[in-house]
């Protein structure tokens, strides 16, 4: 399930150019924080010239989106696998089986007992027992 949920950030990291080594499953993450600081720098600085602070903070933050997108969904694959790996090595065997185990009973026993309770109950109302 957590499996599904990464597909589309690696998807997202495997459809952009260059900076994040989906291929190989790891990926710099200071490298892409400072390509996208870089970038944002880099357009301030431009932009602050030509009129109002906000202003040149806006256009910087918007004309340098495409790294900021590479350096999160990296960040956050790397976090999500990070999560994954801890998840599946802390968690004991018999949690496992006992969480399987409730699951089963919550879908399928309680509901199919509550059905055939009700089935015995109104056969019980309208006088259908023997």
Known sequence: MRSL????????????????????GTTDLPA???????CVRGA????SLAGSKLAAQLSA?????EHEDVYVAALMATRIAEDEARWMRDRPVPSTAAA?????????VYPVSYWLGGRKRSRIGSGLTQ
Do not use: I
């Open 44 to 47: 301030f600085v431009q932009h």
């Open 5 to 24: 949920l990464l597909l589309p950030v690696l998807l997202t990291l495997s459809s952009t150019p260059g900076e994040a080594k989906a291929d190989t």
């Open 100 to 108: 399987w185990l409730e699951t089963v009973t919550s879908h399928v």
């Open 61 to 65: 933050l918007d004309e340098c989106r």
């Open 32 to 38: 892409l924080e400072r390509t996208w600081h870089a």
